[in-house]
Nanobody, 124 residues
Framework: QVQLVESGGGLVQAGGSLRLSCAVSGVTFRTYAMGWFRQTPGKEREFVATINRSGGRTDYADSVKGRFTISRDNAKNTVYLQMSGVKPEDTAVYYC?????????????????WGQGTQVTVSS
């Protein structure tokens, strides 16, 4: 059974940093691409970042490019999202997701498995 568990969310001041983690079990982690998405009330879930199976390719939403970094540790079955220079508009529930395709894609429909989400709140 696939399980994705996010952690690391919380309250942070604008301009600060936060690192999210997502521990994955139940799949051969190194074969999956991983993604981070976020959602605020009343809005669609939106793409934040993705990393391919090897970690050699990443992609980011324009809104976070240059501030967020996605990485993975295949030995620990964990994917990370380092958030720096956060802004109040980054406030959302952040979800990690797994895509067996392995390439690293950017739409929610591409991902088969999802975590429960972790709340990130950025105060101004």
């Amino acid at each position: 059974q696939v399980q994705l568990v996010e952690s690391g969310g919380g309250l942070v001041q604008a301009g600060g940093s936060l690192r999210l983690s997502c521990a994955v079990s139940g799949v051969t982690f190194r074969t999956y691409a991983m993604g981070w998405f976020r959602q605020t009330p009343g809005k669609e879930r939106e793409f934040v970042a993705t990393i391919n199976r090897s970690g050699g390719r990443t992609d980011y939403a324009d809104s976070v490019k240059g501030r967020f970094t996605i990485s993975r540790d295949n030995a620990k079955n964990t994917v990370y999202l380092q958030m720096s220079g956060v802004k109040p508009e980054d406030t959302a529930v952040y979800y990690c997701a797994a895509d067996r395709n392995g390439v690293g894609r950017t739409t929610t429909q591409d991902y088969e498995s999802w975590g429960q989400g972790t709340q990130v709140t950025v105060s101004s």
